[in-house]
């Protein structure tokens, strides 16, 4: 679904005069291949260069050095930009400049309407987008009633109804309280095990990790860490280095762990850390 190879991404400041004052590097030598139907969470602290990926990808962005192909796809090929943003679909971090219009239903027509789908389609869509989301019922409300999580919802449902292959979600539930939070992931784990979408997550919310099959650490616009959630969390000094916090659960296992308790690495839920106890003869 996504193939990036050496991809290197620079910020460039000028000043009145056009002189450089300024250059971030954000992506460093990045190689990332995501395959279809995968789901796939990216971790990094503020500034490892998450976003600036995430824009590559959605060709809102183009490589300095490097290539990046979107099903088959170069972004790099100015005539392919329509045809990858559509297969790609972004959710950003602020439900609240995602959503325009004042109907949730007509909200989520809005975009097959602009890629000039039949009527009787836009609203076949519309309704298989909202229902997956959990959101049918609340068609015909405006979103100004809707919480934060509801809202990103909307937003989802929204890209959903553009048929986009894969969707990238930008820090989508960073705004949102622990409920809204559970609520969109809930939805986004529906839609990439029921609709076979691939999903990019970024986040900083480690415990979001689990619904990930696999992870990408990134620090300083570098690929640092890769691998399965559990082989990622067992790597608990390090991540603490990038200051990346594990969730409390796997931080309680792994210092038991150390102290001699036998458990297993990278355990990931309370349900798992029980379950360990007992085999373990602790409880
Ligand atoms: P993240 O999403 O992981 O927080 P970003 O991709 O937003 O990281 O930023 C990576 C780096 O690029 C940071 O150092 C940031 O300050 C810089 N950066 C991001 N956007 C711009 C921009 N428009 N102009 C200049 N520098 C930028
Ligand atoms: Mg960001």
Redesign the pocket.
Known sequence: MIKIKNLV?E???RDENDEVT?I????DDVNIEVEKGQFVAIL????????????HINALLYPGEGSVMVDGKDTRNTENIWEIRQSAGMVFQNPDNQIIATVVEEDVGFGPENLGVAPEEIWQRVENSLKSVGMWKYRKDSPNKLSGGQKQRVAIAGIMAMHPKCIIL??ATAMLDPKGRLEVMESVKKLNEVEKITVLH?THYMEEVIYADHVIV?DQ?KVVMEGSPREIFSRVEELGRLHLEVPKITRLAYELQKEGVPLKNGILTEEEFIKELKSAGVV
């Open positions: 991404h910020y460039i400041r300024d971030t590097k954000a992506i990094g602290h503020n500034g490892s260069g998450k976003s600036t990926l995430a824009k930008d820090e970024i990134m616009g």
